[in-house]
């Protein structure tokens, strides 16, 4: 069901209330995947989801008016992007073969020191946009350096309907902004962090929120890193970075805090760990450095493709859940190629695979309804937002997908791929032969989101 039938069936879905018959397959709160083949699904006035539920077998009133039959089609949770960068989009794919440093010196600070408001007018729905496109309802980014550029990002985010966690980049060493002195960018950063906390965080009912977001311990001081850590703690906002991404960084960061026991110790004296916080990559860590994130609740975003385009290195994920920690998926574009989180998927399961295979690591691998919770219900956890979105359940918000899995990408040039009805070759379909195509809508709070 496609083009000008399906376009007619998706109008009626533009607004909530409404219900629609569609298969379901949802991670579950209490643990475990929910496969609903025939099911039905009715969004309430206020965006809720009110019933997630086999199709009822004797239900005449329910055939006839007022659902829409997007069968065989499937609704998804959301996906969640636990790290990109808004800015960096335009450089998505170029750059390859640099180690992080050189990559930021020579791609990503000149086109940050760019993106000012007119240019975030510009970019900011178009990266909304495409998120949607790719299946992705809540994201948690980075912005830029300068104030007004995030007025403009937060603004077009309200408009749109995206689910949004975005913070002000903060640095006050090897920075790009010269537009204020050395001496006064710590206080001039926290200032304006906190303004646009006052102006985002929690706006439009908790749908915008703000993460405090010093760039990484290279670039900030440990005056800047303490700050921000305070005002995240003051004001209950997010406190994202980056950590123990590459090697030459680490050596950089011990350089630079011959004090500190390893990097995440550098965190942990500032007082940035806890549940509030999000560590992007975390690809290198010790045991020590391991037990002392599991110890904080300190979250962590996987950016398994990233990490492949710019040789960073093998996060070893099942070491980290083992240690209790809670992980999600980021795109991490632009050193992660594009935004699907289907695709950080796969890349994270060939990452495993190789940890698996070639380290000869026997701790219990993640198979594709594995890697559906994660991009899903354990992103809502890592953002503590799980009783809210993440799964299809009764009672929680509708923040849902739709995917057609018989437009994935074809192996061959005819339609040779054999359809399946299980869930985990579904996923894994999803996962193995993404296409844009395939995402078909998504809702935030059962309103559906331009693509
Ligand atoms: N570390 C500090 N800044 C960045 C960034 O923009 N991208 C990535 N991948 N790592 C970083
Ligand atoms: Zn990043």
Known sequence: MRSVQEKAALQGLLRPPFTVRAQVITPLSAGGTRHLPDALVEIDRAGKLARVEAWPADSPGLAEGGVVDLRPMVVLPGLVDLHAHLPQLPNAGLGAGLDLLTWLQRYIF??????????????????????????????????????????????AAEEHGIRLVLGK??????????????KEVLDASLAQSQRLIERWHGRDGGRLRYAVTPRFAVSCTFEMLRESAALAAATGAYWQTHLAEDRHEIEEVARLFPDAIDYT???DKAGGLGPRTILAHCVHLSDREVARLAETQTRVAHCPASNFFLSSGAMPLARYLEAGIVVGLGSDVAAGPELSIFAGMRAGAYIQSGVHTMLRDERPRLKPLDWLRLGSYEGARVLGIEQEVGSLEAGKEADFILVDPSVTAPVGRGALDQATDDPSDIISRLMYRTRDEMIRGAWVRGRRLAT
Request: glycine share 6%; charged share 25%; aromatic share 12%.
């Open 169 to 182: 980049v903060m640095m006050d060493r090897l920075r790009y902004d010269d537009s204020i002195g050395d």
């Open 265 to 267: 110790d550098v965190y």
């Open 110 to 155: 000149p086109l940050e020191r760019g993106f000012n408001a007119d240019a975030a007018r510009r970019l900011a729905p178009l990266v909304f946009r495409s998120l949607a496109a790719a299946g992705t309802t809540t994201a948690l980014l980075y912005g830029a350096v300068f104030e007004d550029s995030l007025d403009a990002s937060f603004a």
